[in-house]
């Protein structure tokens, strides 16, 4: 159970034998990640206690505070699992978060309650063309490309290796959320790579928490077909695969550094038959 931030460290400080159980910085890389919860956590609300002296793993009730002013309790893990499927600032904060919503219609007085909905059914999108499993191909249920950078990395990688252009989805053998096909940020064909530009997003939002499971997903499926994944990883996310890189930025370095895992994964006369 979660204890109190003063007692738990009370309880550390007994265990280790030491006055300060954590020095300053001996988490900074595992909160690194999120910037918005290192600007809402403030020691002068938990008894001078610096964030990166606390495991994200740790049991503890931790005083928060949003950009609105909200002052709220809650662990470590479930400020970082708070990311989910909607993208707003409001997300980090349960006050903000309920203001978000509409508030629920009431019932009048004496009217019957209503009937509990039936759980729907996950229908999978029949637009998935009947394809073998890990056959790339252009999708029409695809996404836009969420970032101006993601183009920037598809139009370099292209003019550094030559690959299919304008496929954007791999059939695969088991459903991914409502659909038999995944969509990497960038699919090589020849190669049977997908790369993946991860950055934590406007609000600190994306690739984090809930997010990460579902990337972690989106690997297992894609490898699963057959298929290997590189993920750049920005905003100083951890790496989630073997061959994920983690980058401040995209230069010259950063798609040599590219180059050179694709062949570690494929095979350097392979991959050097490729390039332009």
């Known amino acids: 159970m979660p204890e109190p931030i003063d007692a738990w460290w009370a309880r550390r ?76 600032r409001s997300s980090w904060c349960p006050d903000c978060a309920a203001a978000a919503k509409p508030l629920p219609v009431r019932a009048a007085a004496g009217a019957a309650p209503p009937a509990k909905r039936p759980r729907p059914t996950v229908e999978l999108c029949g637009r998935t063309p009947d394809l073998p499993v890990g056959e790339p191909f252009r999708s029409e249920c695809a996404p836009k490309p969420a970032s101006s950078v993601e183009a920037e990395l598809r139009l370099e990688l292209a003019e550094r290796i030559a690959f299919t252009p304008g496929l954007n989805a791999v059939r695969v053998r088991r459903p991914f959320f409502e659909h038999l096909e995944v969509w990497p940020d960038i699919v090589i064909p020849e190669l049977r790579v997908a790369v993946e530009y991860d950055s934590t997003g406007r609000h600190g939002l994306e690739h984090v928490g809930k997010r990460e499971a579902a990337d972690r997903r989106k690997d297992r499926t894609l490898r699963a077909a057959g298929w290997e994944v590189v993920r750049i990883r920005t905003g100083r996310l951890e790496k989630l695969g073997p061959h994920d890189l983690q980058l401040a930025g995209l230069n010259r370095r950063a798609y040599e550094r590219i180059l050179e895992e694709l062949r570690d994964i494929r095979g350097a006369l392979f991959v050097d038959a490729y390039l332009r």
């Open 13 to 88: 400080q007994f265990s280790r034998g030491r006055d300060v159980p954590y020095e300053v910085g001996a988490y900074r890389a595992a909160w690194a990640p999120f910037p918005v919860l290192i600007r809402q956590y403030h020691p002068d609300l938990n008894h001078g206690i610096a964030l990166t002296q606390i495991p994200p793993a740790a049991e503890v009730w931790l005083q928060w505070q949003c950009d609105a002013g909200h002052i709220f309790v809650a662990t470590p893990e479930e400020q970082r699992m708070r990311p989910g499927r909607e993208r707003r």
